[in-house]
């Protein structure tokens, strides 16, 4: 009975070390008393258009033209749900997987949800999608997951088709 009592404290321990400081600034920067509504979406081209993403879903946005993730800041951490949608733009200016890894760690809190970089026609995105999908807790694959199929011709844009799909297969995690 006492070696049970003692691995039970021994399990609590470890435990109550991981709630308490694991993550804990993902803890401090996510606002519990946000509204249900207060939902934004921080990208680049792919959510500035009228009929982009954001618009659909009738959430705030921070889209900048040409914006990569190294750009970005401030975050303002105080909404319920923040759909990061930045990479492409940093595959593209050839920012490497290490840096785009190193400035999401610095900004991952767990409210985000990350919106992985699409492939890029001609240009290895795979190392900025892997890093992205071991730093955040929560992200989602436009293309597989969604169903996104880059309809417009220059491969890195989106048609109201992807917008559409993009926005159906967020929506559920409002």
């Given amino acids: 009975m006492v070696f049970t009592k003692q691995v039970f404290a ?16 993902k803890r401090i920067r996510f606002n519990h008393n946000a509204n249900i509504t207060d939902v934004i979406m921080y990208g680049d081209s792919l959510c500035t258009d009228k ?16 914006r990569t993730l190294l750009e970005l800041a401030p975050i303002d951490y105080n909404y319920r749900v923040i ?7 940093d595959i593209r200016q050839g920012i490497t997987a290490v840096e785009y890894k190193e400035k999401l760690k610095s900004i991952i809190a767990e409210n ?8 890029i026609p001609n ?14 807790g929560m992200y989602i694959d436009p293309t597989s997951d969604c169903n996104v199929s880059i309809g417009n011709p220059d491969g890195i ?14 929506s559920p995690m409002i």
């Fill in 10 to 25: 021994l399990c609590l321990v470890v435990l109550t070390t991981g709630c308490l400081f694991e993550g804990k600034e």
């Fill in 51 to 66: 009929g982009s993403t954001p618009h659909i879903m009738s959430i705030r946005k921070d889209c900048k033209n040409g």
């Fill in 157 to 170: 844009h989106y048609i109201s088709e992807d917008y559409e799909s993009l926005a159906a297969c967020l």
């Fill in 83 to 89: 759909f990061l949608a930045l990479g492409t733009n």
């Fill in 112 to 119: 985000i949800i990350c919106v992985l970089p699409n492939p």
């Fill in 123 to 136: 240009i290895s995105s795979d190392d900025h999608r892997l890093a992205a999908i071991e730093v955040c």
